[in-house]
T-cell receptor, first 114, second 114 residues
Framework: EPEVTQTPSHQVTQMGQEVILRCVPI?????FYWYRQILGQKVEFLVS????????KSEIFDDQFSVERPDGSNFTLKIRSTKLEDSAMYFC????????????FGPGTRLTVL | GEDVEQSLFLSVREGDSSVINCTYT??????LYWYKQEPGAGLQLLTY?????DMKQDQRLTVLLNKKDKHLSLRIADTQTGDSAIYFC??????????????FGAGTRLAVHP
């Protein structure tokens, strides 16, 4: 069964460093998303991406964040200069055009900023 | 604004029914969802209900929607140890456009004991 994959499963970085979180969505999907969950808090929407551009973003997704689909298979989230408060579990999701908004989620990347 | 609330923890005996509750604030929600997260895995869509329905049954799962009170519940009949997981309630705001971000609650941890 096709699934969304994410790498790495855990990333530790120093404050101020850049990180790139990688996702491989399901191959025929067209809509892509990033969400995050700070420990003990809600899963929060960050950004949606369709047709090679951002379709919606939340207040969290400021200019320190960017997304890219560089090669038609990967979907990346870059944080340019990490802060302590960026420590969270980051989930990638994708869905096909049709059907009920069924988003398929990856297992997440745990980002720890020291 | 959009907000989803759920209780954080539920403990049930194996074989009993579990009822997980959720409240939401956005009366324009089109779909409401229940996602399940097992340890080390991504969020998996369990079931959903369209906002013009008040009940949906799917094998051991029953979803009840009270639109007036903005209350959603998930009942799991004959709960098994394999049902132990975190259950997330989520909604799609109508005015999210076609890109359909999900608004999640914090998740309810279901513990099933013998």
């Amino acid at each position: 069964e096709p699934e969304v994959t994410q790498t790495p499963s855990h990333q530790v970085t120093q404050m101020g460093q850049e990180v790139i979180l990688r996702c491989v969505p399901i191959s025929n999907h067209l809509y892509f998303y990033w969400y995050r969950q700070i420990l003990g808090q809600k899963v929060e929407f960050l950004v949606s991406f369709y047709n090679n551009e951002i379709s919606e973003k939340s207040e969290i997704f400021d200019d320190q964040f960017s997304v890219e689909r560089p090669d038609g298979s990967n979907f990346t989230l870059k944080i340019r200069s990490t802060k302590l408060e960026d420590s969270a579990m980051y989930f990638c999701a994708s869905r096909s055009r049709a059907g009920v908004n069924e988003q398929f989620f990856g297992p997440g990347t745990r980002l720890t900023v020291l | 604004g959009e907000d989803v609330e759920q209780s954080l923890f539920l403990s049930v005996r194996e074989g009993d029914s579990s009822v997980i509750n959720c409240t939401y604030t956005d009366s324009s929600s089109t779909y409401l969802y229940w996602y399940k997260q097992e340890p080390g895995a991504g969020l998996q869509l369990l079931t959903y209900i369209f906002s013009n329905m008040d009940m949906k049954q799917d094998q051991r799962l029953t979803v009840l929607l009270n639109k007036k009170d903005k209350h959603l519940s998930l009942r799991i009949a004959d709960t098994q140890t394999g049902d132990s997981a975190i259950y997330f309630c989520a909604e799609t705001p109508m005015f999210s456009g076609g890109y359909n971000k999900l608004i999640f609650g914090a998740g309810t941890r279901l513990a099933v004991h013998p």
